[in-house]
């Protein structure tokens, strides 16, 4: 009913950026917070950051003032621009929305993820 499809991962020098890009689509009346999880090997999935529709936002103390979460609403999108990366920030990201979907002819509220983008951080 609703993908969650992200974009632009790769592999990235310490001290470089990169930018995350995650589109939602199908039957979405609206969509409350978005955000950005990882995990890395041998590590448990954690949150990164996440903002709600009206813009609240909130970060991991490990990305704070390196990362800076938006979100387009018209577009359904979200993005994670990621400055400054170490290598500990070498992970598989993945999109999380909180969405509310219409199943005619009700709402119905839908936990979505997106198949995870992976991020190299390494000279």
């Known amino acids: 009913q609703v993908q969650l499809v992200e974009s632009g991962g790769g592999l990235v020098q310490p001290g470089g950026s990169l930018r995350l890009s995650c589109a939602a689509s199908?039957?979405?009346?609206?969509?409350?917070?978005m955000g950005w999880y990882r995990q890395a090997p041998g590590k448990q999935r954690e949150l990164v950051a996440a903002?709600?529709?009206?813009?609240?936002?909130n970060y991991a103390s490990s990305v704070k003032g390196r990362f800076t979460i938006s979100r387009d609403n018209d577009k359904n999108t979200v993005y994670l621009q990621m400055n400054s990366l170490k290598p500990e920030d070498t992970a598989v990201y993945y999109c999380?929305?909180?969405?509310?979907?219409?199943?005619?002819?009700?709402?119905?509220?839908?936990?979505?993820w997106g198949q995870g983008t992976l991020v190299t951080v390494s000279s």
């Open positions: 999380h929305a909180d969405t509310i979907v219409v199943v005619t002819p009700h709402y119905s509220y839908l936990e979505v």
């Open positions: 903002v709600t529709s009206g813009g609240s936002t």
């Open positions: 199908g039957s979405i009346f609206s969509i409350n917070a």
